[in-house]
């Protein structure tokens, strides 16, 4: 048998059914172009499709929704105390002035002068919104707490995006901003609680001890930016002990120590006003990202929050929150007691609420006290571990609508007995604050909002909308019939629509996600190149 007639191989026959079948691809026509075409042409109408009717995409132009969303804006960083936040932009006359949401100083922008601040212009957040969700219903349909887009009922052809807080057959009221609402059938208002999403988001930072003012504001001003009459108070936050004490620590420091292992029970608190022996706090609803060129509300609904460790000591530290006539206090022992306890400001006697025993981890932890909607809650490690419930905190809007009127701000305070240990991270935040009364910008002779205290709505096949950015947002409790849109008028003359709602068949859908980031300078020349991932983000 000759070479040419000897059998093959098992790998050589494989190796040339492959080469056979390659060059029958090689040979295969290309797609013709035309075809190629239409196929483009498929996927931007796929797109398409997907844009308009499922994902919609939307950019965010204003700060109605911040610090939720951003529009317009800059990032500037307070040469006072280093806190950085987001300033707006706003249709004045002149530079506008920045004022620090953490120690107030207020800076002028760069704009027409030579010793301002310098404020570089960002594009405002891009988002996705769910288009489909709300047409299915159900489970699906729009939610209490949402971020939704739906279409402005003075402009059919404008789209907003608000937080829903009312939805169909409820009657809503603002009341010292909160949400009361009465369910359909029902005679009786109850506050309306936010989701643990919801809520988080909700916290605005009001006084970060991560940053500590070097001067009072009108200090800052007189010194630095030569304005004999800054348009704010005095003010210079910071903790103070309540009594001459050598256990508590570096309170001036981002670190207060307690040194008190065989120290009884000693407490500081949280203060606003310069000078010695000054009141508690006022809490207010500022916003470093609106203009300061208005009236600021009470704020009532705070929260403390601080990491703890335990150095030496069996004692305990204690987060201390009032709430009018009510004292909250959360007890946290060196070895991992934690209770919540409920008392009156001016008496001694508590009422036991809860209490659990804990594993400490390197012997501290991540502590929390907080009230917002009439809840109370303890958290550890970023998990609520303690709360109140509707029996022990009982509430009548008549009762909310009473206390408003006091104006009585909340006392914050730490205590701490028998330990050594160190604080770090000590944050002071507030809940948003739905104001109530006339809205900015409103005309003298215009009643007070829609849905606000002693203004209920009810709403038939609606909703009602709010913006985080409770001051500086156009929304149901403003909106009127003077501009109210043509889409419109027709039922409200029918007395089928009421001002300041939203008809279901305007709603377009749920906001969940940013998308694209914008950008972010690359230089101090301003030039807007890197792209800011930071901000990439879900919606809650």
Same mark, same amino acid.
């Given at each position: ?259 008190? &292992? $065989?120290?009884? %029970? #000693?407490?500081? *608190?949280?203060? @606003?006003? !310069? ?5 508690? /706090? ?114 009548? &809007? $008549?009762?909310? %609508? #009473?206390?408003? *009127?006091?104006? @009585?701000? !909340? ?5 701490? /007995? ?118 990439? %983000?879900?919606?809650?």
């Amino acid at each position: 048998m000759n070479e040419t007639t000897r059998p093959l191989s098992k790998d050589t026959r494989k190796n040339r059914r492959l080469g056979a079948a390659n060059r029958d691809a090689r040979k295969a026509p290309k797609e013709p172009v035309l075809t190629q075409i239409a196929s483009f042409v498929e996927l931007f109408v796929w797109l398409l499709v997907l844009k308009s009717f499922f994902l919609p995409l939307f950019i965010i132009p204003t700060g109605s929704m911040a610090e939720t969303l951003a529009g317009a804006h800059a990032t500037f960083t307070c040469p006072n105390c280093g806190y950085e936040y987001k300033v707006g932009f706003h249709n004045s006359k002149g530079p506008p002035i920045v004022q620090c949401p953490n120690c107030r100083v207020q800076i002028h922008s760069k704009e027409g002068r030579s010793d301002g601040a310098p404020l570089n212009v960002k594009a405002g957040d891009r988002i996705v919104v769910h288009g489909w969700t709300f047409d299915i219903g159900g489970c699906f349909g729009p939610r209490r707490w949402d971020v939704v887009v739906f279409k402005n009922p003075n402009e059919p052809a404008v789209n907003f995006i608000k937080r829903l807080i009312g939805l169909p057959g409820e009657t809503i009221e603002l009341i010292d901003g909160d949400v009361f609402v009465t369910l359909e059938g029902e005679t009786t208002p109850r506050p309306a609680r936010k989701t643990r999403q919801a809520q988080q988001a909700l916290w605005f930072p009001y006084y970060d001890h991560d940053y500590p003012p070097k001067q009072a504001s009108s200090d800052w001003a007189a010194r630095e930016m030569r304005m004999a009459r800054p348009r704010w108070p005095a003010y210079k936050p910071r903790w103070i002990a309540c009594e001459e004490t050598d256990a508590w620590k570096d309170l001036d420091t981002r670190a207060p120590r307690f040194i008190g &292992a $065989e120290t009884r %029970r #000693q407490e500081i *608190r949280f203060v @606003t006003w !310069p000078g010695d022996n000054p009141p508690p /706090a006022r809490i207010l609803d500022v916003y470093g990202y609106n203009s300061i060129a208005r009236e600021y509300q009470f704020v009532t609904d705070a929260r403390i929050s601080t990491g703890v460790a335990f150095q030496a000591g069996d004692g305990y530290v204690e987060l201390c929150l009032s709430k009018y006539e009510n004292m909250f206090f959360a007890r946290l022992t060196a070895d991992g007691d934690l209770k919540l306890e409920r008392g009156a400001v001016d008496s001694n006697e508590r009422t036991l609420w809860g209490e659990t025993e804990l594993t400490l981890h390197d012997g501290g932890a991540h502590f929390a006290l907080g009230h917002a909607d009439y809840r109370v809650t303890v958290e550890i490690d970023g998990k609520i571990v303690l709360e109140s419930n509707d029996e022990l905190y009982p509430v009548t &809007a $008549e009762q909310a %609508r #009473q206390a408003s *009127r006091t104006f @009585t701000p !909340p006392d914050i305070r730490i205590a701490a /007995a028998g330990v050594e240990m160190e604080l770090t991270h000590l944050l002071i935040e507030r809940d948003v604050h739905y104001t109530s009364g006339k809205m900015r910008g409103a005309p003298p002779n215009q009643a007070p909002g829609t849905g606000t205290q002693g203004y209920p709505v009810k709403l038939d096949n609606a909703y009602f909308m709010c913006g985080d950015n409770s001051p500086g947002s156009h929304d149901s409790r403003a909106w009127s019939e003077a501009d109210l849109g043509p889409h419109l008028r027709a039922a409200y003359a029918e007395d089928s629509y009421s001002l300041g709602t939203v008809p279901a068949d305007q709603m377009i859908g749920r906001a969940f996600f940013v998308y694209w980031p914008g950008f972010m300078p690359l230089s101090s020349k301003g030039i807007n190149i890197l792209p800011d991932l930071g901000r990439v %983000r879900w919606i809650h």
